[in-house]
């Protein structure tokens, strides 16, 4: 299964947020499917997105929901200096 989040280039995140929504996400995703490995990408692009490839419909409900948490819960994972 292979995980790609893309982000609207039309709303900047403030500087090392995709790094770290990367990070974040991946930490969370891979305590639900640990096969998943190194196959996420976040990244900016035309639109906001989630592509699940290789997985059930159940398994990018699931990606959808934890995506949804660790957006909400970015003041708790995100530091700015």
Known sequence: MRIEVTIAKTKPLPPGAIDAL???????IQDHFPDVGDKITVRYAGANNLS???GAKEDKDRISEILQE??????DWFITD
């Open 22 to 28: 990367s990070q974040e996400f991946s930490r969370r």
């Open 52 to 54: 699940v490839i290789g």
């Open 70 to 75: 660790t957006w909400e819960s970015a003041d």
